[in-house]
């Protein structure tokens, strides 16, 4: 990931791997956790740096894949995909 180091809006991103070591950590208050990352989510979602989205949707399908309903983000799966 060369690119990353000129980025600096990336590095106050949660990425998938910290997304999972959350989860793992939160035992009591993992559905707080969840929230706060979902809501992390919509606001990267809205950002106009496809490297952000992206990364977003990696945790969205992530989520999905752990049973949350992620319907919501539909067109932004498709406008990531575009």
């Not at 809006?9 to 979902?38: H, P, Q, Y």
């Amino acid at each position: 990931k060369y690119w990353s180091i000129y980025r600096f809006d990336i590095m106050f991103e949660r990425t998938l791997n910290d997304v999972v070591k959350g989860i793992r950590a939160s035992k009591r208050d993992t559905g707080l956790f969840i929230s706060t990352c979902i809501s992390e989510i919509k606001n990267e979602l809205s950002s106009t740096d496809p490297f952000t989205k992206s990364n977003a949707l990696q945790k969205l399908t992530f989520l999905q894949m752990m049973g949350y309903d992620m319907s919501w983000a539909s067109f932004a799966c498709v406008e990531v995909m575009s």
